[in-house]
């Protein structure tokens, strides 16, 4: 299992959706889609894009586990 971290490649504003895809293993269009979508919803799914722009490392700064 790899650790959730946003890439340095194929990334488009903050990288959240490519680091979704590749965890989900789906396509990073398909993730940006289904955002987009969601966002035609109530909720708090931007503020979660944020949050998780924030807390996610990025790719070169993922610490391993022993």
Not at 35 to 64: M, N
């Amino acid at each position: 299992m790899t650790a959730l971290a946003r890439p340095t490649n194929g990334r488009m504003i903050g990288g959240v959706c490519a680091a979704l895809a590749r965890r989900f293993g789906t396509s990073a269009t398909t993730m940006r889609v289904i955002f987009v979508l969601s966002c035609l919803l109530p909720g708090p799914q931007f503020l979660l894009y944020i949050a998780l722009w924030i807390l996610l490392p990025g790719e070169g700064k993922v610490r391993q586990a022993w």
